[in-house]
């Protein structure tokens, strides 16, 4: 009965090892189409390095091609929302290059631009 207990003891031990084996489905993790799928913590400060400072510059004062200076600005996250989704004079939209969530992260980066805060 021992012996018994023993081989059921080793025999379930590499079943449990082996089970798992190699999982060879996430081979398209790797797929650059991340237009639509919203990102776990989208990085504002990456994204505002990527598109907003050509026009506002790293700190938000720069103001080429008469960019609203972003440290001194009164606009609320709520505010900011819409002037970057849809533009406003001459700043564009970014509705069809950033996500929701993605324009919700560099609004909210764009807060700490301000030197108030
Ligand atoms: C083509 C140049 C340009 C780019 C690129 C640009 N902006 Fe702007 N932005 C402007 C201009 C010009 C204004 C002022 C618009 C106006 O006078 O109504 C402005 C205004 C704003 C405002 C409103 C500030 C206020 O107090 O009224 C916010 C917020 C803003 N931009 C954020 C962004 C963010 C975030 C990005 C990047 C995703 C970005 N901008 C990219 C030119 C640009």
């Not at 990456?46 to 609203?68: E, F, N, P, R, W």
């Not at 989704?85 to 807060?111: D, P, Q, S």
């Amino acid at each position: 009965m021992k012996k018994l207990l023993a081989f059921l003891c080793i025999s379930s031990m590499i079943i449990a090892c082996g089970g798992g084996g190699d999982d060879t489905t996430n081979t398209s993790s790797d797929s650059s189409d991340s237009t639509s799928e919203p990102v776990a913590a989208a990085d504002g400060e990456k994204i505002y390095k990527q598109y907003c400072v050509t026009c506002h510059g790293l700190y938000g004062d720069m103001g080429a091609s008469g960019a609203a200076n972003l440290t001194e600005s009164t606009l609320s996250v709520e505010e900011r929302i819409p002037v970057i989704t849809n533009g406003r004079n001459t700043m564009t939209g970014f509705k069809a290059l950033l996500n929701e969530e993605k324009i919700k992260a560099v609004a909210e980066y764009t807060m700490t631009l301000s030197e108030e805060q």
